[in-house]
């Protein structure tokens, strides 16, 4: 090549000009595949070393070409072309080397070799990879080629292809999920794989806190849950998973709210009980009452607690009085009942718990040893046993503001507390409103934190610390998540990590310190979110204007079984 470079420099400056510049537009297309290797401002003898053979003659018809404008030029720019055309054709030939050299005997090449190899092992690394620049720089297209093509199988292993399904799966599962769907977008065989892990994406689900139906193996439908789950995730991080709305329609103080089943009952100081549809925001049923510290309805009935120291039974359908239950000396301050039994219990001001025959109005015993107003009575069926209960046991629970007290059902005279809870023997630390009770725990909230109690054992199993518990009551109280509230937002808190993971900003609301003005809706959520769960009321409370503030769900509108990597 050193010749064919003297012959082009021989010749005049404008020609020269003219052939590079032409030469690099047209045989671009021709340089072999090298690396790097393709420099428009390298000599012209640099890129013929790269260049084909049809490109060659390409070169040899341009310099032809450009010879015409020079007449007197012609006939010794031709001879010469056509020497440098032999000489190209000559070195391009397959099968010949630009350097001729003798290659080794296989013996020789082995001893060579291992003698090679054994030194390259005793080097440094630093040593190692300077002897491998070298033979690189020493290699030429066919060497490189295959350089190219070993580490591209040594360094780009598909381990999704190679590894059998179990081990794949195995390994997917230590990854978080982001990473997952990450990969989801490498290839379609990826994506097919990952997409058809159902123990890994039914993992994530329930990391974040989704509840999982282990019958359904179908692994494209738990990555479309995941998917909702962790857009719903990010929107109450974000305050977007709620939306708000009104009820208006009384004319004084609400102070008694009842949720079940998309309905939401209303009792107010205007002598009226209202039953709305909180999805639509229209009122089902109007009926007027007397004043109502406390609510509780079904299908055909409702039941209200009066400041006026009795209870009353009302039909919806027509309005009317069906029983009256007199025999508190103060104001009725919580009510539950269960038709089952035929029984209705009651906690009033004038510290006692009355026991009732729900159809005829009797009072069938009176359970005192209360020391304070009290302000919520629970009727429940136990699911544990214990040495005071057996499962099936109805159970009667009454709180005050420091105590938790414990009943039997039963009818007979100066029946006995069976157990008595507190969070301080000497009445130190209140308990605040919305006692919870399930069938297997016992939770409340005080100015220390929320507790949690085993109803089998009665031992305090778990004490939620919050930043502010003295104003951060408790609403409702979950397997997953908890419900809170202060005066300024609702929190929903990961009890997992005891975190909390959404709040939403609530308006100057009237908060009653016996809390009957405000209510949690629907609290399946807090057991796991399962993607139908996570709709209606979240929250409801009364606000100064005599209106009721609601909070609710925002409708999940992701479609994640559609997603395809």
């Not at 397959?94 to 296989?106: A, D, F, I, L």
């Not at 990969?183 to 993992?203: D, M, P, R």
């Given at each position: 090549?050193?010749?064919?470079?003297?012959?082009?420099?021989?010749?005049?400056?404008?020609?020269?000009?003219?052939?590079?510049?032409?030469?690099?537009?047209?045989?671009?297309?021709?340089?072999?595949?090298?690396?790097?290797?393709?420099?428009?401002?390298?000599?012209?003898?640099?890129?013929?070393?790269?260049?084909?053979?049809?490109?060659?003659?390409?070169?040899?018809?341009?310099?032809?070409?450009?010879?015409?404008?020079?007449?007197?030029?012609?006939?010794?720019?031709?001879?010469?072309?056509?020497?440098?055309?032999?000489?190209?054709?000559?070195?391009?030939?397959?099968?010949?080397?630009?350097?001729?050299?003798?290659?080794?005997?296989?013996?020789?090449?082995?001893?060579?070799?291992?003698?090679?190899?054994?030194?390259?092992?005793?080097?440094?690394?630093?040593?190692r990879n300077q002897s491998l620049d070298?033979?690189?720089?020493?290699?030429?297209?066919?060497?490189?080629?295959?350089?190219?093509?070993?580490?591209?199988?040594?360094?780009?292993?598909?381990?999704?292809?190679?590894?059998?399904?179990?081990?794949?799966?195995?390994?997917?599962?230590?990854?978080?999920?982001?990473?997952?769907?990450?990969?989801?977008?490498?290839?379609?065989?990826?994506?097919?794989?990952?997409?058809?892990?159902?123990?890994?994406?039914?993992?994530?689900?329930?990391?974040?806190?989704?509840?999982?139906?282990?019958?359904?193996?179908?692994?494209?439908?738990?990555?479309?849950?995941?998917?909702?789950?962790?857009?719903?995730?990010?929107?109450?991080?974000?305050?977007?998973?709620?939306?708000?709305?009104?009820?208006?329609?009384?004319?004084?103080?609400?102070?008694?709210?009842?949720?079940?089943?998309?309905?939401?009952?209303?009792?107010?100081?205007?002598?009226?009980?209202?039953?709305?549809?909180?999805?639509?925001?229209?009122?089902?049923?109007?009926?007027?009452?007397?004043?109502?510290?406390?609510?509780?309805?079904?299908e055909q009935k409702l039941v209200t607690g009066s400041f006026d120291n009795t209870i009353a039974c009302w039909e919806w359908s027509t309005g009317a009085k069906i029983q009256q239950f007199r025999g508190h000396t103060g104001a009725v301050f919580s009510v539950d009942y269960n038709d089952d039994l035929d029984t209705l219990v009651s906690g009033s001001a004038d510290f006692s718990v009355k026991v009732w025959a729900l159809s005829a109005g009797a009072c069938l015993n009176t359970l005192t040893g209360h020391t304070e107003w009290v302000t919520k009575v629970i009727l429940q069926k136990s699911?544990?046993?214990?040495?005071?209960?057996?499962?099936?046991?109805?159970?009667?629970?009454?709180?005050?503001?420091?105590?938790?007290?414990?009943?039997?059902?039963?009818?007979?005279?100066?029946?006995?507390?069976?157990?008595?809870?507190?969070?301080?023997?000497?009445r130190g630390v209140c308990l605040q409103p919305r006692l919870q009770f399930d069938g297997r725990y016992i939770v409340c909230s005080s100015d220390l934190g929320v507790y949690q109690w085993d109803f089998a054992s009665f031992d305090i199993l778990r004490v939620i610390k919050t930043q502010d518990p003295a104003n951060l009551s408790l609403l409702s109280f979950g397997e997953v998540f908890s419900l809170l509230f202060d005066t300024d937002f609702l929190y929903v808190m990961d009890l997992r990590t005891e975190k909390i993971t959404g709040r939403w900003p609530l308006p100057a609301y009237r908060k009653s310190k016996r809390g009957s003005s405000f209510l949690p809706g629907v609290t399946s959520w807090l057991n796991g979110l399962d993607g139908r769960n996570d709709s209606g009321l979240v929250f409801a409370t009364s606000m100064p204007d005599h209106s009721i503030h609601l909070v609710l769900w925002k409708e999940n509108t992701t479609r994640g079984e559609t997603y395809d990597g």
């Open positions: 090549m050193a010749t064919a470079y003297n012959m082009f420099q021989s010749e005049t400056t404008s020609i020269m000009a003219v052939v590079v510049e032409t030469v690099i537009t047209e045989i671009s297309p021709f340089l072999r595949v090298v690396p790097n290797s393709y420099n428009p401002e390298r000599e012209l003898c640099t890129i013929m070393n790269l260049v084909t053979g049809e490109a060659i003659r390409k070169i040899c018809q341009l310099f032809l070409v450009a010879s015409s404008s020079f007449q007197n030029e012609n006939v010794k720019l031709k001879t010469k072309v056509e020497q440098m055309t032999q000489l190209f054709e000559n070195n391009t030939q397959p099968g010949k080397s630009r350097r001729s050299h003798v290659p080794m005997e296989k013996a020789v090449f082995e001893g060579w070799l291992e003698s090679v190899s054994a030194s390259f092992l005793s080097l440094s690394d630093q040593q070298q033979l690189i720089s020493l290699s030429n297209a066919v060497q490189l080629r295959h350089l190219s093509n070993g580490l591209e199988a040594l360094l780009k292993r598909d381990f999704l292809r190679l590894l059998p399904l179990e081990l794949t799966f195995y390994l997917l599962r230590w990854l978080d999920p982001q990473t997952l769907l990450t990969c989801c977008l490498v290839c379609k065989q990826w994506n097919k794989v990952i997409s058809a892990c159902t123990e890994v994406w039914q993992g994530v689900c329930r990391d974040l806190g989704w509840r999982i139906d282990d019958s359904i193996q179908d692994a494209s439908h738990w990555k479309g849950v995941y998917l909702k789950a962790k857009l719903r995730m990010m929107q109450l991080k974000n305050q977007e998973a709620f939306e708000t709305s009104s009820l208006i329609g009384h004319s004084a103080r609400v102070y008694a709210l009842y949720y079940k089943d998309g309905l939401l009952c209303t009792g107010s100081d205007d002598l009226s009980a209202k039953l709305w549809d909180v999805r639509t925001g229209q009122c089902i049923y109007g009926i007027q009452t007397h004043t109502c510290a406390t609510v509780k309805f079904d699911e544990v046993e214990s040495i005071v209960h057996c499962p099936g046991d109805y159970i009667l629970l009454s709180a005050d503001k420091f105590e938790i007290k414990v009943w039997p059902i039963g009818r007979e005279i100066n029946c006995k507390c069976l157990k008595t809870l507190s969070v301080s023997e000497d």
